[in-house]
């Protein structure tokens, strides 16, 4: 059990065999009867007793640890279940102040969400363009006729081409300024998200609810902390 503590050397071969023939009357290097222990003491003690200088004084160091480790581990396990306890109890007291908060941001990072998807999937659609005259109609008519026809759908073209440079670049302009607009307000709903709760928001860089997170908030159950 001990083997930890023996480290045999030419000038302490007296000293090692009387602590292996105590340990022997004693039984195991215990003060008489040892009390059952648990793995956990017993490295708990091993690394205790690692720290004394003396072969002697690390086998009283380790016996007398022995003697209370449990007694101390109970100890350290009431602490660690009272904290546990307290933290959950704060965190449940926080989750009830803040769920009617919480709840109406969620509702409007989702709708300000569908918003800024949609506008993201928004793309110009151009007005039809002009079709050219029908060949079988121009091949009955004079070759006079014939270009005056191509020159006005030629001149139709390029109005509708005119008309349409202008209308893409308002459309896109507007469209840039709603989506500026979408993003900056979703981020204003996601700031206020994070303030009460971070983990409602997943950290991406355009952030999304993380919808197990929601669901613990949504009612506080007790359980949902654990």
């Keep these: 059990m001990l083997g930890f503590c023996f480290k045999p050397a030419a000038t302490r071969q007296a000293k090692t065999a009387l602590v292996l023939l105590i340990c022997g009357l004693l039984g195991s290097c215990g003060w008489g009867a040892a009390q059952r222990v648990s793995d956990q003491g017993k490295v708990r003690c091993e690394s205790r007793a690692q720290r004394e200088g003396g072969v ?3 086998w009283y160091t380790y016996n007398r640890c022995l003697d209370t480790i449990e007694q101390r ?3 350290e396990r009431a602490v660690a279940a009272r904290r546990q306890a307290a933290a959950l109890a704060q965190r449940l007291a926080v989750c009830r102040r803040t769920r009617p908060q919480v709840s109406q941001l969620v509702a409007e990072f989702r709708r300000e969400q ?3 998807d949609r506008l993201r999937a928004e793309v110009y659609r151009p007005t039809a363009k002009p079709q050219p005259p029908d060949p079988a109609a121009l091949s009955k008519l004079p070759i006079y006729d014939q270009e005056l026809d191509q ?3 030629a001149q139709a073209v390029q109005a509708w081409q005119t008309k349409e440079a202008a ?3 308002a459309w896109a302009a507007e469209h840039g300024r ?3 607009s979408s993003e900056a307000r979703l981020a204003a709903i ?3 998200l994070r303030a009460l709760n971070p983990a409602l ?3 991406d860089a355009m952030p999304r609810l993380d919808g197990q997170a929601v669901g613990r908030l949504a009612d506080c159950r007790p359980e949902a902390f654990r």
């Design 178 to 180: 709603l989506l500026v």
């Design 114 to 116: 569908a918003d800024l």
């Design 190 to 192: 996601a700031r206020d």
């Design 201 to 203: 928001l997943t950290t």
């Design 73 to 75: 581990l109970a100890q």
């Design 151 to 153: 020159e006005r759908y």
């Design 167 to 169: 209308r893409s670049g």
């Design 56 to 58: 002697i004084k690390r």
